[in-house]
């Protein structure tokens, strides 16, 4: 298997494995509890949380687990209704914004969803225009799922922070977190969403980063877990196997970085070497490194897909199958694509543990979808 959907999910890192072994073998008690047993355990989840906090300059009471980056999404737009009336969105953020803001906005909630550039940017100019002096809790994503657009969130921030200071805001980080340095004080953010599958720990669990003094409502109600605020028995095996694949990939950062950027670099010339043309949608000078949504001349993006997995090649599209129409890309849409285009496009995500013998692979399989395509074309 050739594995180019990291933006998707990641393979877990040897650190991440290891500790949920050891932990699920060896300290699976409840933190709840009041003897040994469970005190360790809790011992394990608050140093989790110590690990966590330290990557990301926040302090540890400010680190709430959650189950996934959907989960911790919601959480932040279920306070449409409670301190703050009124949303500031972007037609760009993933379905776990976007849905749950638009049955705000069902409900009688006023919310914006701001518009994009064609590189998925969004500027300034339009988060100022939404606001109104009204206290707003205003959601956008750090860096982006299918273009891999990173946003100037500090600023955006600042602009919200500046228009009422009862304002928050919060930004999805799903992408960002454990990819690039990220500090929650310099960012300026409220709140933040990240999640472990996506840095190369388990699937089922993530975090929500919530501002001292923020006072969000609890989501889930119960046996007072996480403060009072998300209530539920703790996995502590897995929280603990996310902080040490968090730590990991901060550790590495920049050796990692440095090779998605080599085998970015070194697929994109090895297609031109084999003279498939193609653009890069949202090329522009914040593109993360390794997300890569590519148009290719005259190919059907799903064609691709399919083709690309009869030889157990995984890559995505932004249309999921079926109809067309009804399910292209809501990104490469606000981006102001063609449908040929976006029907053309593929993401193909690089991660941490791809190699050059992946991208020969890829590309050879690549070029013969254009064979093939050239010769039908006849
Ligand atoms: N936000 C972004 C930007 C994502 O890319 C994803 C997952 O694809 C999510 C949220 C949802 O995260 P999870 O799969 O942990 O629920």
Request: hydrophobic share 40%.
């Amino acid at each position: 298997m050739v594995y180019f959907d990291n933006a998707a999910t990641t393979a877990m890192s040897e650190v991440a494995l290891d500790a949920l072994m050891e932990i699920s073998s060896n300290q699976y008690g409840n933190p709840s509890s009041i003897y040994g047993f469970g005190k360790r355990a809790k011992e394990i989840l608050e140093k989790s949380r110590r690990i966590i906090a330290g990557c990301i300059g926040a302090d540890p009471e400010e680190i709430y687990f959650t189950s996934c980056g959907t989960e911790s999404d919601n959480w932040v737009m279920n306070q449409i209704g409670s301190a703050w009336n009124s949303g500031v969105t972007t037609m760009i953020e993933h379905h776990a914004i976007l849905y749950p803001a638009k049955k705000k906005a069902a409900e009688g909630y006023n919310i914006d969803f701001l518009p994009v550039d064609e590189y998925g940017m969004v500027k300034e100019g339009a988060i100022q225009k939404t606001l109104t002096g009204e206290p707003k809790l205003v959601s956008v994503m750090l860096q982006n799922n299918e273009v891999g657009t990173i946003q100037h969130i500090q600023n955006l921030a600042k602009i919200v922070h500046k228009d009422n200071e009862k304002s928050v805001f919060h930004t999805d980080a799903v992408q960002a977190v454990g990819h690039i340095p990220i500090d929650v004080k310099t960012l300026g953010v409220d709140m933040l969403s990240a999640s472990a599958h996506k840095f190369n720990g388990p699937k089922g669990i993530g975090f929500l980063y919530i501002r001292k003094g923020c006072n969000l409502q609890a989501f889930i109600l119960g046996g007072g877990q996480e403060s009072k605020m998300r209530s539920g028995t703790e996995s502590v095996a897995s929280i603990y196997s996310m902080a040490k694949a968090l730590e990991d990939n901060t550790t590495n950062m920049s050796t990692i970085h440095a090779n998605v950027l080599l085998m970015e670099k070194y697929l994109l010339e090895s297609l031109k070497r084999e003279d498939i043309q193609f653009e890069i949608n949202g090329a522009g000078d914040n593109r993360a490194a390794g997300i890569l949504n590519i148009a290719f001349d005259n190919f059907d993006g799903e064609g691709l897909l399919n083709m690309l997995d009869m030889h157990d090649i995984c890559i995505s599209v932004g249309s999921a199958c079926n109809s067309k129409s009804q399910n292209r890309s809501h990104v490469l849409q606000a981006m102001g694509l063609s449908d040929s285009r976006i029907d053309s496009s593929v993401r193909i995500s690089i991660g941490r543990y791809n190699t050059e013998k992946d991208i020969d692979i890829l590309v050879k399989w690549i070029k013969k979808y254009r064979d093939i395509t050239m010769i039908a074309d006849l």
